[in-house]
């Protein structure tokens, strides 16, 4: 075996660690570069070696010789909000125990960003990629067609986009929405506010118009407001325009809108938000216009946290599979990465309906 080796000397080489593991030096570099065969004890010998002499592998070199980083890259749209993090959390986890980096960038919504996002993660030769795109339409897609077209290896993560031919994992948000609006026409709500519509600034006055904005929209949004219509249309509930958030995505429109709800002659007695910035403006619409939830006003949202549980009353939410998503996306790429034909697919989870105490009857002459 070789001699111990001074700590404060330069890095250790390829040679000195199959000298410590008395191999010889291609054996050990086929080993550490993770190409070609090694049998297991042959394996164990280079690795224990290398781990005693505070060996690296080189990656840009290793990623030259066999084409592959051993690396994700993933693309966000806010890596602050709790539910992007969850699903990163999810990724990162899984990707690890494979043996895979994660490279995360963050694009705020913003399709210039991902855009400039997606060229980092080619230059910096990922062997996959997961996408929460922000795109909203058709036009949208094409640096994602691009990366693909490349070779790329790309999974969309909580948004799906019906004109790209991708896997997906997504939740039923459809089937989300429309319970919980369920739940609130059960409890005799038939005025029912829904916070977080199409971003449009065009005045809204009928079903169809609602539509034709709905269309242009992300898809998680499109579909959240789909399932509260359906549960209006399951319960013979009239659509009133005057009831569904547009606009800019902002809680300070959120609290707006939920003020104006609760000032109409027949005013919104539920509110349902698919997004947590409109819970919270909910929540400060409710505060300051003197009411109470769920005494006045029942309240669900999207994205249980562990607030929603500690607020008084507690919140009704649903709660989404944050780790299971980002996991299941990054089982999916790994296995394309690995050869695998993709299924091209989309893979839906469901999401769970944690009832707390923040819904309850309508008040007597709301």
């Given at each position: 075996?070789?001699?111990?080796?001074?700590?404060?000397?330069?890095?250790?080489?390829?040679?000195?660690?199959?000298?410590?593991?008395?191999?010889?030096?291609?054996?050990?570099?086929?080993?550490?570069?993770?190409?070609?065969?090694?049998?297991?004890?042959?394996?164990?010998?280079?690795?224990?070696?290398?781990?005693?002499?505070?060996?690296?592998?080189?990656?840009?070199?290793?990623?030259?010789?066999?084409?592959?980083?051993?690396?994700?890259?993933?693309?966000?749209?806010?890596?602050?909000?709790?539910?992007?993090?969850?699903?990163?959390?999810?990724?990162?986890?899984?990707?690890?125990?494979?043996?895979?980096?994660?490279?995360?960038?963050?694009?705020?919504?913003?399709?210039?960003?991902?855009?400039?996002?997606?060229?980092?993660?080619?230059?910096?030769?990922?062997?996959?990629?997961?996408?929460?795109?922000?795109?909203?339409?058709?036009?949208?897609?094409?640096?994602?067609?691009?990366?693909?077209?490349?070779?790329?290896?790309?999974?969309?993560?909580?948004?799906?986009?019906?004109?790209?031919?991708?896997?997906?994992?997504?939740?039923?948000?459809?089937?989300?929405?429309?319970?919980?609006?369920?739940?609130?026409?059960?409890?005799g709500h038939r005025r029912i506010g829904f916070i977080w519509g199409p971003s449009t600034t065009d005045e809204i006055t009928t079903r169809r118009e609602l539509s034709a904005a709905a269309s242009v929209n992300l898809w998680t949004d499109g579909e959240r407001l789909r399932g509260y219509l359906d549960a209006l249309d399951d319960a013979g509930i009239p659509f009133d325009a005057?009831?569904?958030?547009?606009?800019?995505?902002?809680?300070?429109?959120?609290?707006?809108?939920?003020?104006?709800?609760?000032?109409?002659?027949?005013?919104?007695t539920a509110i349902l938000c698919s997004e947590t910035d409109g819970t919270t403006g909910a929540l400060r619409a409710i505060r300051a216009s003197g009411l109470r939830y769920p005494e006045d006003v029942s309240l669900i949202g999207f994205d249980d946290s562990s607030w929603a549980a500690v607020m008084d009353p507690p919140l009704t939410m649903i709660e989404q599979p944050m780790?299971?998503?980002?996991?299941?996306?990054?089982?999916?790429?790994?296995?394309?990465?690995?050869?695998?034909?993709?299924?091209?697919?989309?893979?839906?989870?469901?999401?769970?309906?944690?009832?707390?105490?923040?819904?309850?009857?309508?008040?007597?002459?709301?």
């Amino acid at each position: 075996m070789a001699a111990e080796r001074d700590r404060n000397s330069s890095p250790p080489t390829i040679s000195e660690v199959a000298a410590e593991a008395g191999v010889g030096r291609a054996s050990a570099a086929r080993t550490l570069g993770g190409y070609g065969y090694a049998s297991p004890e042959l394996r164990d010998r280079v690795l224990a070696a290398a781990e005693k002499l505070g060996y690296r592998t080189n990656a840009l070199a290793r990623s030259m010789s066999t084409g592959v980083t051993h690396t994700l890259g993933v693309i966000v749209a806010d890596i602050g909000n709790p539910f992007f993090a969850g699903v990163v959390r999810g990724i990162s986890d899984t990707s690890r125990s494979r043996g895979f980096d994660t490279i995360v960038l963050s694009t705020h919504e913003d399709l210039d960003e991902e855009r400039a996002a997606i060229g980092v993660l080619v230059d910096k030769r990922v062997d996959g990629m997961i996408i929460a795109s922000a795109a909203l339409g058709r036009d949208d897609v094409d640096h994602i067609r691009d990366a693909v077209d490349r070779g790329v290896p790309v999974v969309l993560v909580d948004r799906a986009l019906d004109y790209l031919d991708l896997d997906s994992v997504v939740i039923d948000n459809r089937d989300a929405a429309r319970r919980a609006a369920a739940g609130l026409i059960e409890a005799g709500h038939r005025r029912i506010g829904f916070i977080w519509g199409p971003s449009t600034t065009d005045e809204i006055t009928t079903r169809r118009e609602l539509s034709a904005a709905a269309s242009v929209n992300l898809w998680t949004d499109g579909e959240r407001l789909r399932g509260y219509l359906d549960a209006l249309d399951d319960a013979g509930i009239p659509f009133d325009a005057q009831l569904v958030m547009t606009g800019p995505k902002t809680e300070e429109n959120a609290t707006a809108w939920v003020a104006r709800m609760l000032e109409l002659p027949s005013r919104a007695t539920a509110i349902l938000c698919s997004e947590t910035d409109g819970t919270t403006g909910a929540l400060r619409a409710i505060r300051a216009s003197g009411l109470r939830y769920p005494e006045d006003v029942s309240l669900i949202g999207f994205d249980d946290s562990s607030w929603a549980a500690v607020m008084d009353p507690p919140l009704t939410m649903i709660e989404q599979p944050m780790l299971e998503l980002g996991a299941r996306a990054a089982e999916i790429l790994l296995e394309e990465i690995n050869g695998k034909t993709p299924s091209r697919t989309m893979h839906t989870l469901q999401s769970t309906y944690i009832e707390r105490a923040s819904v309850a009857a309508p008040a007597v002459g709301a």
